[in-house]
C-alpha cells in the first residue's frame, strides 16, 4: 500500500493570502485526485489528474500533478474563508483496478 | 436529492453488540465503498464491492462484514463491536472501478463503542 503524505499537515492564514499544499510519496500513481471535507460531511471531489506535469483550474485552486506522477500539489489564490477544511489527496497506483488510498490531509484554516 | 444516504448518524454501542451501518445510492453507480476515518490515520478502506454480488476486503476487513445484493444497497456490519471500532464510517460509490472515476461520499455515521 502506497503511503501519501500531505503538508502542511495544520495551516492558518488570513483571508487573501496565497497558500500552498503538497501531496507526495515514493510510489508512482495513475491518477490522483483532491477532495475537501468539510466539519460533519464528507469528502467531495475536487479535480482528478492523470497526466505527468498536468495542471488544472478552479476558480482560485490550481492543481498540479508532478512529472514523475508521484505527486501533487494545490495552490489557492487569495484565499477566502469559505476555503477553510479539510484537503485530502487520494491515488490509485494500479491502472484500472486499485481503490483510492487517501493522504491524511491538510487541515486549512482561513482567518476573515 | 442523488447521492449516498446514510443511517444513521450518529450511534453509541456498548461493546459486544452487533449492528450494521446502512448506505444506500440512487446514483446507480456500480462500486461501493466503507471507509473509517480516524484522527491521525485518514480514511482506511474497510471493504469494497465493485459491482452487486461481488466484495472485497480493504485495508483493515476483521470485524467487520458487508454484503452487496443490489446496486443501491451496501451495509456494514458489526457482528460483535469493541472499542477500537470507534470511529466516523464514511461509505462511498463510484460509476465503476477505474482510476479515473471520482468517489462520492455519504455525511458519514459517527459511532461510539463503550
Known amino acids: 500500500t502506497q503511503l501519501l503524505e500531505q503538508s502542511p499537515q495544520f495551516l492558518s492564514i488570513q483571508e487573501g493570502e496565497n497558500l500552498t499544499v503538497y501531496c507526495n510519496s515514493s510510489?508512482?500513481?495513475?491518477?490522483l485526485q483532491w477532495y475537501r471535507q468539510e466539519p460533519g460531511e464528507g469528502p467531495v471531489l475536487l479535480v482528478t489528474v492523470v497526466t505527468g506535469g498536468e495542471v488544472k483550474k478552479l476558480k482560485r485552486l490550481t492543481f498540479q500533478f508532478g512529472d514523475a506522477r508521484k505527486d501533487s500539489s494545490l495552490h489557492i489564490t487569495a484565499a477566502q474563508p469559505g476555503d477553510t477544511g479539510l484537503y485530502l489527496c487520494?491515488?490509485?497506483?494500479?491502472?484500472?483496478?486499485?481503490?483510492?488510498?487517501f493522504g491524511t490531509g491538510t487541515r486549512l484554516t482561513i482567518i476573515p | 436529492i442523488a447521492g449516498i444516504t446514510q443511517a444513521p448518524t450518529s450511534q453509541i454501542l456498548a461493546a459486544g453488540r452487533r449492528m450494521t451501518l446502512r448506505c444506500t445510492q440512487d446514483m446507480r453507480h456500480n462500486a461501493m465503498y466503507w471507509y473509517r476515518q480516524d484522527l491521525g490515520l485518514g480514511l482506511r478502506l474497510i471493504h469494497y464491492?465493485?459491482?452487486?454480488?461481488?466484495?472485497g476486503k480493504g485495508e483493515v476487513p476483521d470485524g467487520y462484514s458487508v454484503s452487496r445484493a443490489n446496486t443501491d444497497d451496501f451495509p456494514l456490519t458489526l457482528a460483535s463491536a469493541v472499542p477500537s471500532q470507534t470511529s466516523v464510517y464514511f461509505c462511498?460509490?463510484?460509476?465503476?472501478?477505474?482510476?479515473?472515476?471520482?468517489?462520492?461520499f455519504g455525511s458519514g455515521t459517527r459511532l461510539t463503542v463503550v
Open positions: 487520494a491515488a490509485a497506483s494500479n491502472f484500472g483496478n486499485e481503490k483510492l488510498t
Open positions: 464491492s465493485n459491482t452487486a454480488g461481488t466484495t
Open positions: 462511498a460509490s463510484s460509476e465503476r472501478v477505474g482510476f479515473n472515476y471520482g468517489y462520492t
Open positions: 510510489s508512482v500513481f495513475s491518477s
